[in-house]
């Protein structure tokens, strides 16, 4: 048996090119660093459900109230953030300005999902998650 396959130079010449210049998947591998109020907090990578928790998963321990930075390697396209935040069963949206936002002050076990986007040659994005217990 012979497989023969091929493509034109126009496009692996463009295939080339948009991996060259969005570096997407690259990008999305890293993680990126998370502090509350300096503390390292730990980051899982992708959506998390509050359903997948059960008990596997330790929330990190944060004062309320607290100020939550994140530092990418690689600098997302666009300065807005979208944020999910799930508390008590709910859930609400957030869009935040820049690499931080603030806790609420109300105590209790939230589960943050951050949506980020890279790169204007794709509309690939990155999701990460934080798990908190505010006390």
């Known amino acids: 048996m012979i497989f023969l396959t091929g493509c034109t130079a126009d496009h692996f010449n463009e295939g080339a090119r948009y991996f060259a210049q969005s570096g997407t998947e690259f990008k999305r591998s890293h993680l990126p660093e998370v502090t509350v109020n300096g503390q390292k907090v730990f980051v ?6 509050p359903e997948e928790l059960s008990g596997r998963i330790k929330p990190a ?3 309320k109230g607290g100020v939550v930075e994140i ?3 690689y600098s997302p396209r666009s300065a807005m953030l979208r944020i999910q935040e799930w508390h008590g ?3 609400s949206w957030k869009k935040v300005e820049g690499n931080r936002f603030q ?3 109300e105590e209790g ?3 943050y999902n951050i949506y980020v986007s890279w790169g204007k040659y794709d509309s690939l994005t990155g999701s990460y998650s934080l798990y908190l217990e505010l006390h």
């Open 44 to 49: 899982l990578r992708g959506e998390i459900q």
């Open 61 to 63: 321990l944060v004062p």
């Open 71 to 73: 530092h990418w390697k």
């Open 89 to 91: 069963g709910k859930h």
């Open 103 to 105: 806790l609420p002050e």
């Open 109 to 111: 076990l939230y589960l």
